[in-house]
């Protein structure tokens, strides 16, 4: 039996490498890391943001949120008008958008950096959105007093009703009217004027005109005297040829 015990150790060593094996070949995948954040998820399940999640959806905004917030570090900030907002609205005023008025009024409500909410005193006004940073048609304004966040854009003046959602990199805050830019109320900008005339080459073509003028004419009537003088001197020469015959 003292023989057999290096084989019995043998076998059971090797009994117990074939069981990890098996146990580890069978043990599940880790599981994947956490998805990446989705704009739209989030409204739909805080709720009550129907309409903003149909626009964000239509203009593809939500797709440009979802990318930016994997391809860069700034974050991003969504203020969100939930639908009782949208439905104060003046009837038939969405409707009255096109496509590109619709994607600015989105993007005006979204701010390409991630603000806490202790951290909107530090802003500058005009705080610059996504829809661009033309002071005056494109204007965002945000004061702070107290726990109290006011906005204005100069056609709208409301408050931060509360976080929706916060992960560091994106913040989205409820607000309880649509925040509309002034470029929609003010008169589109016309076109760049054409450039002026050229004064100057005007004047010298008028100028080689005028020059030009006096010397045709003065050639002329010198032609037509020349022509007189020539007549009159056949008819001279006729006139003595006849009295001489004579």
């Not at 925040?179 to 450039?195: E, T």
Request: glycine share 4%; proline share 7%.
């Amino acid at each position: 039996m003292k023989n057999q015990h290096p084989f019995f150790y043998f076998f059971l060593i090797l009994l117990l490498s074939s069981t990890t094996t098996i146990s580890a070949a069978q043990a599940p995948a880790p599981s994947p890391s956490s998805a990446p954040t989705d704009i739209i998820r989030i409204l739909k399940k805080a709720g009550g943001f129907t309409t903003l999640i149909r626009l964000l959806t239509t203009t593809q905004v939500s797709t440009q949120i979802n990318a930016q917030l994997l391809n860069s570090n700034n974050g991003i900030t969504l203020f969100a008008p939930n639908d009782n907002a949208f439905q104060s609205l003046k009837p038939g005023f969405l409707n009255s958008l096109d496509d590109q008025q619709k994607n600015e009024l989105i993007q005006f409500h979204v701010l390409p950096s991630f603000v806490a909410i202790t951290n909107f005193d530090t802003l500058s006004n005009p705080v610059r959105t996504q829809a661009g940073d033309d002071p005056d048609r494109l204007a965002l304004n945000i004061t702070t007093s107290g726990n109290q966040v006011n906005m204005t854009t100069g056609i709208v003046n409301t408050t931060v009703g509360g976080s929706v959602y916060s992960d560091h990199q994106l913040a989205v805050y409820q607000v309880d009217k649509v925040l509309l830019p002034k470029d929609f109320f003010l008169p589109k900008k016309s076109p760049p004027p054409a450039p002026a005339p050229d004064v100057k080459a005007k004047d010298s073509k008028k100028k080689s005109e005028a020059d030009d003028g006096p010397a045709s004419s003065a050639d002329a009537s010198s032609a037509n005297k020349c022509g007189l003088m020539l007549l009159l001197t056949v008819f001279v020469v006729a006139v003595s040829s006849a009295f001489s015959s004579l």
